[in-house]
């Protein structure tokens, strides 16, 4: 009788000790999957809904395979790109579907080493999951307390109206949001090429002036020494005369959203596309020309590609599919200079550039960084001012050598945000920082003759009643100053609605 009690305590002791080594693997399955997802952490409650919802789904064959680890692999996929830039977004699906190969190569290459433990240790828990856990699963009546308590927690957050917010939800709601609303846009941007401008243009001063707008490309104010950056990032901007706006920001942290909203009229969350820099400038009587170092076409447009089509003349350095080339900003150079020596003064050229585009070290072309730091990247980063400040010098070279009136307007669609990973500074996207879109804004021309610096607070909202303004363009419909938020308020688009800007977090740029 004692020999058969210490059997069945052995077996007893021996089958909770597996259910809790069971458990525990879900538990830390879990862990790493909120991570790879790419959420910061997760509370007790996320914890305890993906475990219980593994596990649960696990006891099926059909669902484990058809579900459980398509899931976990999804994750795995995704976690490099979740350490970088967070949960799903707007961002993130647009360039999933406008990179081409090139880029993608880019990608995996500025993704920090580190990032790639974290897909390898959501597949390794797969394997500790196949290998500990699915061998035996538990059956559907042993499992029922957990199905329990997982309904418990489920109707729990829904009573309290928190169940979006528990990770595994969240991230799944994000990612088909995103994705609708990048089809969204696109429909509205396409459908937006149809109609005709609307442009009624009451007086243009004399079109003897040519006008040179270069879109630059992720970068940060701060971080340049035309506004007080202690490193010299900017030497050719330090010293010429100019209008330089010091408190410019853009419409939309990445340049999927923030171009088509700058470069066109909009409201905040819809651009009215054949409203744009370009026709507006067509109906002034300027003829028009894109230059462009950034994708045309490919399987997906991108949406200022479709503004340039607008153009009179365009050309495009890449024609956005595989075989797209690492072309160097400074091939853009001899497009100007061929238009400008065969042309007589009236025009509007809009250069499009790579600018500080991540990888940052490959847009120095070859060149070795100017500046040295331990975190390379930075130094990359830093150097790629310098090489867009090169280049807006030659261009304002190549206008003085006319020696006809011009102006020279220059912004860049968007900032970047600073991200700690594995103890070393990254320069990523993100909506949630002012600093990703605190981007500089400045006018020269060939009648300055001091440095103004403008403080008052703007927006690229506005950058289309700025270029009217310096072309001497009155226009009397549509309205240039489409209210975008109440007063007092500095609106931008985060990716999913219109937010305060004043109210976004602040991001002090690193100091070599």
Request: proline fraction near 5%; glycine fraction near 6%.
């Amino acid at each position: 009788m004692k020999t058969h009690t210490a059997i069945l305590n052995k077996l007893h002791t021996s089958v909770t000790l597996y259910a809790l080594r069971d458990l525990l693997l879900f538990v830390v399955t879990s862990l790493i999957l909120i991570k790879s997802m790419g959420y910061g952490g997760g509370k007790g409650v996320d914890i305890i809904f993906i475990s219980l919802t593994l596990l649960l789904l696990s006891i099926s064959p059909l669902t484990r395979y058809f579900l459980v680890i398509p899931y976990i692999i999804l994750c795995a996929i995704y976690a490099p790109v979740g350490m970088i830039y967070g949960p799903p977004s707007v961002a993130v699906v647009s360039a999933l579907f406008q990179t081409n190969r090139v880029e993608a190569v880019e990608f995996l290459h500025a993704i920090p080493t580190g990032c790639y433990l974290l897909p390898f240790a959501t597949l390794m828990m797969l394997f500790l999951l196949a290998r500990y856990c699915w061998r035996q699963p538990l059956s559907a009546r042993k499992a029922m307390p957990f199905f329990l308590i997982l309904i418990v927690v489920l109707f729990a957050r829904i009573l309290s109206g928190n169940a979006g917010n528990i990770k595994l939800i969240d991230f799944f709601s994000s990612l088909m949001s995103s994705y609708q609303s990048y089809n969204r846009q696109m429909i509205e941007i396409n459908a937006g090429m149809l109609a005709e401008p609307r442009w009624t243009i009451d007086s243009v001063n004399s079109n003897q002036t040519n006008y040179v707008i270069i879109v630059g490309e992720s970068m940060r104010r701060d971080y340049m020494s035309l506004f007080g950056y202690p490193t010299s990032t900017t030497p050719f901007l330090d010293r010429v005369n100019g209008t330089f706006y010091s408190n410019y920001i853009s419409t939309a942290p990445n340049t999927f959203e923030s171009l088509p909203r700058t470069l066109a009229l909009s409201d905040g969350k819809i651009s009215y596309i054949s409203d744009n820099i370009v026709t507006l400038a067509k109906a002034a009587g300027l003829h028009t020309y894109w230059f462009s170092n950034q994708g045309l076409l490919g399987q997906f447009d991108a949406p200022v590609s479709k503004i340039a089509m607008f153009s009179d003349e365009y050309q495009f350095l890449k024609k956005g599919d595989y075989q797209s080339r690492n072309t160097d900003d400074d091939e853009l150079l001899p497009l100007l200079q061929t238009a400008l020596a065969n042309n007589s003064p009236g025009n509007l050229y809009v250069l499009h550039i790579m600018g500080s585009h991540s990888d940052f070290c490959e847009r120095l072309g070859g060149e070795p960084p100017v500046f040295t730091s331990s975190n390379t990247e930075l130094a990359c980063y830093l150097s790629t001012y310098r090489k867009t400040d090169r280049f807006i010098e030659h261009t304002y070279q190549m206008l003085q050598d006319t020696h006809s009136p011009f102006k020279l307007i220059y912004f860049s669609d968007h900032g970047l945000s600073q991200r700690t990973i594995d103890g070393k500074v990254y320069l990523r996207h993100s909506g949630d920082t002012r600093q990703n879109y605190e981007v500089p804004l400045l006018v020269l021309s060939d009648t300055d003759r001091q440095r103004i610096f403008v403080d008052e607070p703007h927006s690229a909202f506005e950058f289309i009643r700025l270029f009217a303004r310096q072309a001497g363009i009155v226009v009397t419909h549509p309205e240039l100053n489409m209210r975008v938020a109440g007063p007092g308020k500095r609106p931008t688009f985060n990716g999913q609605e219109m937010v305060d800007f004043d109210q976004l977090a602040n991001d002090p740029p690193e100091l070599l």
